[in-house]
């Protein structure tokens, strides 16, 4: 089950947004997962749409988080503030067509559920991850830079062949 578990139920949608607010408990736990130093704050409205057995959640999330910086490992505080928007099918149930389609921002993140039970919180915190900047950077970045301490964006398997591009001539 996920730190961050609220459950919708597909015979039970109505108009009215939902608002989802995590605990100090769910909070941590949350960072310890995503490897993150905090999370001060994880709060998001949806709202939901049934169509059938398809339920479309659009809404925002708001959060407050410590990360690393990706260079000096200090504590860098980020603030997120992202659209929401997901599209709940059931298990084995074709969500997309076969044939090959062109994804725009507007296109929602298919989740299969099972039963009529579908986990609205779980999918804000998979959200919540996905909005984190994995190379984000802090003041202090570039003075450790300089002093020869690489972080892992520089040093990781693709700086060799950054390493091997050449400037065009003039």
Known sequence: MSEFSR??????????????????DERKALARRFDLVAIDRLE?????????TIVTATGR????????CAVSGEDLPVTI????????APEGQPMTPD???ELDEEACDEIPYSGTAFDIGEAVAQSLILAVDPYAT???AEA???AGILGEAASGPF???AALKTKPND
């Open 7 to 24: 459950m919708g139920d597909i015979r039970v949608i109505t108009t009215a947004p939902i608002e989802l607010v995590a605990s100090a």
């Open 99 to 101: 044939e090959e389609i």
């Open 144 to 146: 450790t830079r300089a």
């Open 44 to 52: 998001a409205v949806v709202a939901l749409e049934r169509n059938g």
């Open 138 to 140: 802090g003041p202090h």
């Open 81 to 88: 503030n992202e659209p929401l928007a997901f599209r709940f």
């Open 61 to 68: 999330l708001s959060a407050a988080i410590v990360q690393s």
């Open 159 to 161: 700086a060799a062949l």
